[in-house]
């Protein structure tokens, strides 16, 4: 399998929402970068802290959350997309749309590491 076929099926379980095909590509020592300037900036590592801290969060947070991938860019072990998030936040009943970018790292057919660049300027201001 792939890296671009792994991070493939990480979008495919999030559109199922089956968070446990989303966090069944992880190494178990994988590290996931939340961007700096969002409500969950920092990097986790490991599955466990992962589901902890975004995941579940994210769950808690908004009514409904999308990541939506407009395009996917295979770079090798490197793989690349570019997208929108929205959403609905739970607490101030505002909705957003913002821009991402996520950067995957894969080997041996698991995801090593992921970082998120994101307009979090927007995503802040449906939370608030």
Known sequence: MTAYD?????YAASERGDLAGMLGVLA?????TEC???????TYT???????NVF??????W????????????AGD???????????HRATGKSMTARFTHIWKVADGKVTSFEQVADSSL??????
């Open 6 to 10: 792994v991070v493939k099926g990480h």
């Open 28 to 32: 178990d020592d994988a590290t996931w």
């Open 36 to 42: 700096d300037g969002t409500t969950y900036a920092g």
């Open 46 to 52: 490991g599955v466990e802290a992962i589901k902890e």
């Open 56 to 61: 579940f969060k994210i769950g808690a947070d």
């Open 63 to 74: 009514s409904s959350f999308a990541a939506n991938v407009d395009e996917l860019f295979d």
């Open 78 to 88: 490197t793989v690349i997309a570019l997208g929108r998030y929205a959403g609905t």
């Open 123 to 128: 995503i802040l201001a449906a939370e608030s």
